[in-house]
């Protein structure tokens, strides 16, 4: 292998660049024309641009990409996760193109790629399965992941419904709206195991990765080991794991995941057959590169012995950092990444698709970093993330931070109790709600007004500032979550190690107290045309799919209005309060920003 092509983008690229380059193979990029300033374009040795934003016209174009591949003389192709990375007809084409494509074989990932197939063969196998019999009911979108084309049925009143949604979103994310129904376990545990195999006929697990907190069926934190696990479960799953993977012949690296129940039973639920978003956490805890290993495996190499014996030690924990905007329900958003700046050292490693001054689209997942944190216990890897978030400068797009933080320091988290339910017990909206208080928000004015002061020497024995009507102090207005602070440029004590950083009216502080977004009001305002009373705004920008009422319409609070769809999500807008319609804005296919008006309703 000599010139290696990566099908991907952001921090995977990224990720698989690092490695390779270290192995002395060179990499080629791809990207999109929304990417074409993303790091991973400016890392690689070459650069293929993919014309147009969208996914469909870029990342999953496996023609486009094969023909990257060709110009460029790469000899083979590393699919990384997400677009293209489980789809056998790429992998089947990237071998008659005289590629290696680093990964499993087509054949694995068709048998694979069908949830429904998948959970035949591994029954066959003799791996625990589930049935589809009784209330609660889950329905999953047969192809794909990621927690989309999901649904929760607890009566045959919600299932047709349900169903309808799930197929929606599915065709929307996977391009295949087929949907099929399973029993859903009540506060299961989601835990996985990761395995390789080569050509050479040796099959191994890496130990096990617990991922039970997840949002929308998304994971959000994971680590190894589980905290549930006693070694003898342990060695259970882990053989029913191998035993999946040796009976479809998997070669490369691969996901086996599981429910664990409340009682102990687990349950297969899926193959990953590539490399997952968490993996960093199995590298951690064992020392090995995952990557590494892959690119062995696929230039025919047999596991090494490292591989082989590998060993767990200590504990580490990984933290999605996305951006979302958590109190509002989620909502992906979109935006400048003006500083993105989270602390390194010892335990800490952190895995970033962007760096200062990128900017987050609409195109694509939106996670931002991995942060993940290694110590000799749990409850100290669990710490040092915290203090790593906690202290991240973090600036322009709104992230999910505080909730990851407030999770990381949750009693229940650090006591081990880190079911799927874990957000159903504990208020998202609450736990991701900003912890500054408005006494900091003011010292942060504060510090944000000295800093803004003119620090241009004046002549000497001239005061600076100097005024023959006397000194007077302007006042500067800053507006922050709903506080109105006005600094009179009177003195105040600052924390030690606050960082100011200010984009246009913008001010960012972050200090030990917290962190503040500060909008610094114009002292002289350009005039600007209001926004009706009773809007209904867009809470992010995306595309309008459906509009479900119209003029004249009397609607009640809850009731569905509009449906936007972003990021591969389709999210209700619903009324915010009894009333009519009055305006209707937007129209299905109309793509909106953040914040405009899509309804109004009196």
């Not at 129904?181 to 990765?209: A, I």
């Not at 600076?464 to 105040?492: A, H, K, M, Y």
């Amino acid at each position: 292998m000599r010139k290696l092509l990566i099908a991907n983008r952001g921090e995977i690229a990224r990720r698989v660049m690092r490695t390779a380059r270290a192995m002395g193979i060179a990499t080629v990029a791809v990207h999109s024309d929304a990417d074409a300033g993303a790091p991973h374009v400016f890392e690689a040795d070459e650069a293929v641009r993919l014309p147009g934003s969208s996914p469909t016209d870029t990342y999953l174009r496996a023609d486009l990409v094969l023909d990257a591949a060709r110009r460029t003389g790469a000899d083979a192709v590393h699919p990384g996760y997400g677009f293209l990375s489980e789809n056998a007809a790429f992998a089947a084409a990237s071998a008659d193109a005289g590629l290696t494509f680093v990964g499993p074989t087509p054949r694995a990932i068709e048998l694979m790629g069908s949830k429904i197939e998948a959970k035949r063969l591994m029954a066959d196998a003799g791996v625990p399965v589930l049935g589809a019999e009784g209330f609660p009911l889950l329905v999953k979108a047969a192809f794909g992941g990621g927690g989309r084309g999901m649904r929760i049925v607890h009566t045959e009143a919600e299932l047709a419904g349900a169903m309808e949604a799930a197929r929606a979103e599915a065709a929307a994310a996977f391009g295949d709206g087929t949907v099929f129904v399973e029993r859903y376990v009540e506060s299961p545990r989601h835990v996985e195991v990761q395995v390789f195999g080569d050509t050479h006929g040796n099959v191994v697990h890496l130990f096990e990765r617990e991922c039970s907190i997840q949002r929308r069926h998304q994971k959000v934190i994971e680590e190894s080991p589980s905290p549930a696990l006693d070694d003898a479960r342990r060695d259970e799953l882990c053989a029913a794991a191998v035993a999946a993977a040796k009976a479809i012949g998997y070669v490369n690296a691969g996901t086996v995941e599981f429910v664990l129940a409340p009682d102990g039973e687990f349950f297969f639920l899926e193959v990953n057959t590539r490399l997952q978003v968490e993996h960093p956490v199995t590298e951690m805890v064992t020392g090995l590169d995952l990557v590494r290993v892959q690119l062995l495996v696929a230039m025919g190499e047999p596991l090494p012995p490292e591989v082989l014996d590998a060993s767990m030690h200590g504990h580490a924990v990984e933290a999605r950092l996305y951006a979302e905007d958590v109190p509002a329900g989620f909502l992906p958003a979109s935006g400048p990444v003006h500083r993105l700046r989270i602390p390194a050292g010892d335990g800490l490693r952190v895995d970033a698709g962007y760096v200062d001054g990128g900017a987050v689209s609409t195109h694509y997942d939106a996670m931002l970093a991995k942060v993940i944190a290694w110590a000799p216990t749990r409850g100290e890897a669990a710490r040092r993330l915290a203090d790593a978030l906690d202290r991240a400068e973090l600036h322009g797009v709104v992230t999910n931070r505080d909730l990851l933080v407030n999770t990381l320091r949750h009693d229940e988290f650090l006591a081990g109790a880190t079911d799927t339910a874990f957000y159903e017990r504990h208020d998202p909206a609450v736990l991701g709600a900003s912890r500054t208080t408005d006494e900091t928000h003011r010292v942060h004015a504060h510090a944000a007004a000295q800093a803004e002061r003119p620090t241009l020497p004046t002549p000497a024995g001239i005061p600076r500032g100097w005024r023959n009507v006397g000194p007077r102090q302007q006042p500067t207005t800053f507006d922050v979550t709903g506080l109105e602070i006005t600094v009179d440029g009177s003195e105040r004590a600052i924390p030690q190690h606050t960082s100011v950083h200010h984009v246009g009216d913008t001010w960012y502080v972050d200090s030990p107290l917290g962190h503040s977004v500060l909008l610094e009001r114009a002292r002289f305002p350009l005039p600007g045309r209001a926004i009706a009373a009773g809007s209904l705004l867009a809470p992010m920008p995306g595309l309008v799919t459906k509009v479900f009422v119209a003029v004249g319409d009397a609607v009640t609070h809850g009731q569905p209005v509009v449906v936007l769809e972003a990021m591969k999500m389709q999210h209700t807008i619903t009324a915010p309060h009894d009333g009519t319609v009055t305006e209707v804005l937007v129209g299905a296919g109309a793509q909106v920003e953040a914040a405009a008006p899509l309804v109004v309703i009196e």
